[in-house]
C-alpha cells in the first residue's frame, strides 16, 4: 500500500508512506527427549517498521516487541519499545544528513560495521549523527559519531568514524579508456569510553582501560572487463578486553580477493589474516562476551549454506584470537546440447575454504605481571595450532527434463567442535544432498530434499528428508523430518503451511528442533531445542 | 591524540591497587561446571584472591551446575547437584563461569577482585564461628552468634564442602583434564536449599546445633563446613571450619 497524502509516489513529489511487520511466534511445549522446555505459553520477536519518505526528507522508526522471545537469545534482549527512529535530510544529491539511528560499512566492515540480523537478534545501530558527501563525480565523504545500541540500551562510549571513497576513474582518463574502474578507500575510527569498568589480572592489578581507541583501513578496489582484485588492510590500536586477555597488542586485518567472471565461468580466490580485531563498545564483559556491542565486522570466508545438514556443523569467525582464511570457488556452466551439458546444460561449483589458527606465542607473565598486558608475538605467515574448519563442496545443477531440476551436492568437511563451541574436538563429515524439483503442472511443483551426513564423530550420522507442494500464487505445504541415526535417534519434525495472500503472509505450522548453532555471516548464537506450534506473519504495505 | 593513543607503555597498563583491610568476611559462590573450559580461569582467580587475603577472610565455593555442570556417569565423576542447579537459575545466570560476592549479583570473573576488595572492607552487623567434629560419621555442627551492630534479620545457611576432588575438568584450551583436582566444592546444604530464618540482635548471643550423616562418596578428611546469614541486603557475615576428626 502507498499512501500519497500530497502528490504522487513516482515523482517523489509528496509525501509516501510504506512499512511492514514480521512476526515470528511460538507456544512452546515441554519435550523431555530433546531438553526443551516450556517457560511461558506464548512467545514472539515482532517488528513493525514505518518509512515515510519525501523529495528531501526521509523519516523511519520501528517498533519491536520481544518481551517474551524466542528461545536462545540473550536475556538482555527481552523487551519492547522504539529503539530506532531517524530522520535523513538531502540535499541534491552531494549532501545527506542523518539523525537519530543509523546502520553504516566502511569497506568491508573490518573497523565499522552496524546492521541488524534478526534471526541473530543483533542490531548494533548508532544513535547519533552522519553526514554523507559527494563533493564531486567520483568522491564519497562520511563522517559520523554516535552511541551504539545494546539491546535495550545505548553504550556509552561514543563511536566516532570518517570514511573517504575515490573512484580515480572519475579522474584519469586513461582508465576509462581502458574500461577500468578503480576505487581507493580510507577509514579511521575512534572509540572513546570513559566508564569505570574494573577488571582485574591479580587481586593487586587492574586494567587501565585506554579512555582512546583508534582503528584505521585503506583499501583498493580494481575492475577490468571479467577481472576484479580488492586488497584491503586494517589496524585497530590496544584495546584490552575480556576476550583478548586484556593484551594491549594491536589488532590488524588483512585481504586480498580477486575474481574472473565471464558468461558461463567465474572463479574466485580469497584470502584473509586476522588477529585481535574484536572491537567492542563496552568493556563490560557481560554485554561484550554476547553477539552485541560490536563495533566491526569480519567477512567469513566460508560459503553460506542453505542445506540442514550443511549448516549442522556451522563455523563462527574467531575474531578475538584471528584466523588465517582462505577460499576457492570454480563455477562453470556445461552449455545445451553438449555432450555434458545435455539437452538443458548443467551448472558444476566447486567451493574449497580452509579456516586456520593464527601463530601466537604467550608471553609468560609468572614472575612478571606486566608481561601478560603484550599477550604474544606472532609471526605473520606462519600458521598456528591446527584447522579451525575446512570445506569442500561440489554442487551439480541440472534440468534433466522439461519439468524436472536435479541439484547433487556433496560436501566434506571438518568443523573444529573445540574452537567454535569450547570443546568436542574436530568433527570430520561427509554430507550427501539430492535436491530434486518437479513441475507437475503450471502451478503445480514438487520439490524433495534427500540429505545424509556421514561422521565417526559428535552425535555420528544424521539423515534427512524434505517435501514441499508449491500452489501457486497462494500455498505452499511443507513436511521434513531431520533424524540422528547415530546416538540419541531422535526425530527432529516439522510441518508447515505457508499462504501468500496479496502483501500478507502467513506460515504456520508444528515443529520439533535440535539445540545447536545458527549462524549468519559467520556470527552464531546457541539456540535451545524447542517444540511447539509456530506463526509467522509478514505484511508490506 | 590520535597516534599518541596507539602505543601505551608498559607501565601504563596496569593500575596497582593495595589490597583492603578485611574488616569481615567474604562469601563468594563461584557457578561452575566440569563441562566450562573458562571455568578454571575463574578458579585461578580465587586461588590468588586467597594467597592475597586468606581462606579466613575469602571464602569461596563451587557451585556446579547450571548448562556445563556434569552430574557424572558410570565413569566419570560428576560434581553438579540439584541444589546447585537450582541456585543457578534462582540467581538467573546465564552463563559460566559468574559468581556470587556476598550475593549482591552476577560478577564476572575478572570483576571478582574488585568485589571482595569492595566487601571486606564494609563492616559487618554480626560476629559469626563455625565448628564441626565428625564422629561414626555423623557431622556435628556447631554455630555461634553475637550481633554486633542493630538488628539483623536473615537466614542462616549451613552448607558442606569438599576439597581435593579428583574429576574431569573441561579445560580453557579445549582438552579434557581427567585427573582435575577441584577445592572448596558445594556437597549439602544442611538446613535446607535456603537455610532457616534467624533474627539478631545487638548485644546478644545466639548458638544453633546441626548433624548430618557424611555421604560415603566423600572424603571426610578433606570436608569443611561454611555457615553464612544472608537477607535482601547480601551476606552478613560468614564463618568456614575445618572438621574436626
Known amino acids: 500500500m502507498c499512501c500519497c497524502l500530497a502528490g504522487t509516489a513516482q515523482e517523489q513529489q509528496g509525501i509516501t508512506f510504506s512499512g511492514s511487520i514480521q512476526s515470528d511466534m511460538l507456544i512452546p511445549q515441554d519435550d523431555e527427549d530433546t531438553g526443551a522446555t516450556k517457560e511461558r505459553d506464548f512467545l514472539t520477536n515482532t517488528y513493525a517498521d514505518l518509512l515515510l519518505q519525501s523529495k528531501h526528507v526521509d523519516a523511519g522508526l520501528r517498533f519491536e516487541y520481544m518481551e517474551h522471545p524466542l528461545p536462545g537469545f540473550e536475556k538482555d534482549f527481552a523487551g519492547w519499545g522504539v529503539p530506532n527512529f531517524w530522520i535523513k535530510g538531502r540535499l541534491g544529491k552531494k549532501v545527506e544528513l542523518t539523525a537519530g539511528t543509523f546502520y553504516e560499512q566502511f569497506g568491508s566492515g573490518f573497523v565499522l560495521r552496524t546492521y541488524e540480523e534478526r534471526s541473530m537478534g543483533i542490531d548494533n545501530s548508532l544513535l547519533g549523527a552522519r553526514i554523507v558527501l559527494k563533493p564531486v563525480e567520483g568522491v564519497t565523504l562520511k563522517a559520523l559519531s554516535g552511541k551504539q545500541r545494546c539491546y535495550w540500551s545505548w553504550n556509552k562510549a561514543l563511536i566516532s568514524g570518517a570514511d573517504a571513497e575515490v573512484s580515480l576513474d572519475d579522474f584519469f582518463s586513461f582508465l576509462q579508456n581502458y574500461h577500468t574502474h578503480l576505487i581507493v578507500g580510507a577509514s579511521w575510527v575512534n572509540k572513546y569510553d570513559d566508564s569505570d569498568e574494573k577488571a582485574y589480572v591479580t587481586p593487586s592489578y587492574r586494567v587501565n582501560f585506554p579512555q582512546f581507541v583508534n582503528a584505521w583501513d585503506v583499501r583498493a578496489s580494481l575492475n577490468h572487463g571479467p577481472w576484479s582484485l580488492l586488497a584491503e588492510y586494517a589496524q585497530k590500536g590496544p584495546d584490552p578486553a575480556f576476550l583478548n586477555g586484556y593484551n594491549f597488542r594491536k589488532g590488524s586485518a588483512a585481504m586480498l580477493s580477486g575474481s574472473y567472471s565471464k558468461k558461463g565461468l567465474s572463479v574466485l580466490l580469497q584470502v584473509k589474516r586476522s588477529e585481535n580485531m574484536s572491537f567492542k563498545s563496552t568493556y563490560d564483559i557481560s554485554k561484550a562476551v554476547g553477539t552485541s556491542s560490536t563495533i566491526n565486522y569480519l567477512p567469513p570466508f566460508t560459503q553460506d549454506q542453505t542445506y540442514e545438514l550443511a549448516t549442522l556443523y556451522p563455523y563462527a569467525t574467531q575474531v578475538a584470537s584471528g584466523e588465517w582464511a582462505y577460499q576457492a570457488e570454480l563455477g562453470y556452466n556445461f552449455k545445451s546440447k553438449t555432450p555434458l551439458g545435455g539437452k538443458y546444460g548443467m551448472l558444476v561449483k566447486v567451493n574449497f575454504s580452509h579456516i586456520h589458527g593464527i601463530n601466537r606465542q604467550f608471553y609468560d607473565s609468572t614472575d612478571d605481571v606486566f608481561a601478560m598486558t603484550d599477550g604474544y608475538s606472532s609471526l605473520f605467515f606462519k600458521w598456528g595450532d591446527g584447522t579451525y574448519f575446512q570445506n569442500l563442496d561440489i554442487t551439480v545443477t541440472r534440468k534433466l527434463s522439461k519439468d524436472f531440476k536435479l541439484n547433487l551436492m556433496y560436501m566434506n568437511q571438518h568443523y573444529n567442535m573445540t574452537v567454535v563451541e569450547g570443546g568436542g574436538g574436530m568433527v570430520h563429515s561427509n554430507i550427501f544432498i539430492a535436491d530434486g524439483k518437479y513441475q507437475i503442472s503450471r502451478k503445480t511443483t514438487i520439490r524433495g530434499e534427500l540429505q545424509y551426513l556421514a561422521t565417526k564423530d559428535d552425535l555420528k550420522d544424521w539423515i534427512y528428508g524434505m517435501l514441499e507442494l508449491s500452489l501457486v500464487p497462494h500455498w505452499m505445504i511443507t513436511v521434513a523430518d531431520l533424524y540422528n541415526i547415530g546416538d540419541t535417534h531422535i526425530h527432529y519434525y516439522q510441518g508447515l503451511v505457508t499462504c501468500n495472500f496479496g502483501q500478507h503472509r502467513i506460515q504456520a505450522g508444528y515443529v520439533r528442533t535440535k539445540v545447536g548453532y545458527s549462524c549468519a555471516g559467520g556470527v552464531c548464537r546457541w539456540i535451545p531445542a524447542t517444540k511447539g506450534f509456530t506463526i509467522s506473519y509478514n505484511y508490506n504495505f | ?245
Not at chain 2, 556446579?64 to 543457578?88: K, R
Not at chain 2, 576439597?163 to 583434564?177: F, T
Request: net charge negative.
Open chain 2, 1 to 245: 591524540m590520535l597516534i599518541s593513543c596507539d602505543h601505551i607503555e608498559r607501565e601504563n597498563r596496569l593500575i596497582y591497587e593495595k589490597p583492603a583491610t578485611a574488616k569481615r568476611v567474604v562469601l563468594l559462590e563461584d557457578f561452575t561446571g566440569q563441562r566450562c573450559v573458562n571455568c578454571p580461569k575463574g578458579t585461578e582467580v580465587i586461588e590468588q584472591l586467597i594467597a592475597e587475603y586468606g581462606d579466613t577472610a575469602v571464602v569461596a565455593v563451587g557451585i556446579h551446575g547450571g548448562p556445563l555442570g556434569f552430574s557424572g556417569n558410570d565413569t566419570t565423576t560428576g560434581l553438579a547437584t540439584e541444589v546447585g542447579d537450582e541456585y543457578y537459575q534462582h540467581w538467573n545466570l546465564e552463563y559460566q563461569p559468574v559468581g556470587l560476592v556476598n550475593r549482591h549479583h552476577p560478577v564476572n570473573y575478572p570483576e571478582w577482585a574488585a568485589a571482595v576488595k569492595e566487601e571486606l572492607g564494609k563492616p559487618a552487623p554480626i560476629n559469626l564461628q563455625v565448628s564441626a567434629v565428625i564422629n561414626n560419621s555423623i557431622i556435628y555442627i556447631h554455630v555461634d552468634a553475637l550481633g554486633t551492630e542493630g538488628l539483623t534479620n536473615g537466614m542462616l545457611q549451613i552448607w558442606i564442602l569438599e576439597d581435593g576432588i579428583r574429576a574431569m575438568q573441561m579445560m580453557p584450551d579445549g582438552s579434557s583434564n581427567p585427573d582435575y583436582i577441584h577445592h572448596h566444592v558445594f556437597r549439602k546444604a544442611v538446613n535446607g536449599t535456603w537455610g532457616e530464618e534467624t533474627t539478631i540482635k545487638e548485644g546478644e548471643k545466639y548458638s544453633w546445633e546441626f548433624s548430618q550423616a557424611a555421604d560415603p562418596e566423600w572424603n571426610t578428611s578433606k570436608l569443611s563446613i561454611v555457615a553464612f546469614v544472608y537477607n535482601d541486603n547480601g551476606v552478613q557475615q560468614v564463618s568456614k571450619t575445618k572438621i574436626i576428626q
